[in-house]
């Protein structure tokens, strides 16, 4: 499990180990950590250490602090260091003299003409972040977003000290300007910002520093990411006394006259999450038969369709006159039930909360935003609270698809997928994710695992399918997957 920590956790943990280590030992671990990873990337660029030149970019708090000490370490092995201190005398004591000792010069960012910062921003190899790490509040600050801005004009490549600066560690909200980086050195622990979008998206490679808070920190995570390991592990798997019916069946409402092909879609991903056999019900029959074979097919609504251990229902069922009686019904059914797409529309809390089996909804950003009554750029900007409040309000569990993909319990760690691309924008590809998710809801997982093993599959398979990934090729890609995590 991959696992992030609020900031508020994270500060608690690093009291709890300053007190038993000696002053300032904390620190130079993390700017030992930062230093190596500025060396390898200098490295990379032009073979040797000796010559390169660095720019650290300093605030006021700690975060300055680490990258002065680490500006300082290089320093020592040969590289020309310029530190630029936003605030010169609230800078790191303690950095900054190590920096001069170490024959680093500092310059104060305000006494700096702007044609000298470019002249050296453009003969640096790497620029180290240090302007905010987890004390930053807010968008940057006028002098420190022009400085950024400059950065990002001079095109070299950043290291961000902890965080980006500039995004919001616990939210990974971005309220202005932020400087991206190819490469994030988080110190301890992860922070939700660090795995969930739009901050995410600036952070480039994560890469996580051991730096002694592990066993301090509490056992459950505010975020956590499955690994493709424990996805696999979660797979069902059919044993010797496995037949059909107890491998689980799925029962799939969707498709219309006018949206054949989400039933189809629906049924291919439901077919590729290790049930026994998958029930469909709607006027689409003929179309997934056609496609799909093994399918037991019938043109009523759920109500009159057979036993099925779970039911997912709502991929292009449209306007069809049925839909809320569709809708009611797999609501009333007393097995774990997704809904998806047409069914979330005017869907009320209240009908979600007194069901007697587990619900897992799937929107995207704008049903999300329709179910909070709210705009979908303000979900978009604020996934993790948006798909927290939605478990909470319906009593279910919420898989947020986009950018990055969250799931929510009304409580505990919310989940993020990490295996997403931006080619599952395409047509269709929603209703593979529903049906395979269901899929693994009849097979036995429970919604959450349903929901983070479906997800993290149909990432996977998206990757794998020939670019342009469609939704049919990532459907067919599945198997693949499945192949190579079971083996
Ligand atoms: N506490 C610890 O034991 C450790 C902390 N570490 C480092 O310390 C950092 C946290 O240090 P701090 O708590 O001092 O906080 P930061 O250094 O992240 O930021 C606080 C400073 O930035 C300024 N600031 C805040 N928001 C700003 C904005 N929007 N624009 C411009 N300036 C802004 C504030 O005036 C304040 O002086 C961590 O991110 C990490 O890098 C590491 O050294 C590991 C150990
Ligand atoms: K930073």
Redesign the pocket.
Known sequence: MRTAYRVETV?AA??A??DRLPEGA??D???AALAAACAGALRARRGRLAGARLVALV????????ALLAAARLARRGVGVTAVL??PD?AHPRGLAALRAAGGRAWALADTAPGALDALLGRAGLVLD????????????P???ELAERVEAAGVPVVA???P??VD?DSGRVE?PVLPAALTVA??ALKPGLLVDPARGHAGEVRLVD?GLGPLLPAEPDVAAFTTAEVAALLPRPTGESDKYRRGVLGVAAGSPRYPGAAVLTVGGALRGGVGAVRYAGPAGDAVIARHPETLVSRGTPAEAGRVQAWAAGPGLGDDPRRERIVAEALAADVPLLLDADALAGLDPARVRARSAPTLLTPHAGEAAALLGTERERVEARRLASVRELAERFGATVLLKGSTTLIADPSGPVLVNETGTPWLATAGSGDVLTGLAGGLLAAGLAPREAAAVGAHLHGLAAREAAPPPSATTVTEALPRVWRRLLA
């Open positions: 500060r690093e009291r180990l300053l904390l620190m671990r993390a700017a605030g006021s708090g700690d975060n300055g602090g680490d936003l605030a609230r240090g302007i905010t790490g987890i004390g930053g509040r807010g968008g940057l600050r002098a420190a977003a000290v902890d965080l600066s500039g560690a202005g110190f301890g730096i």
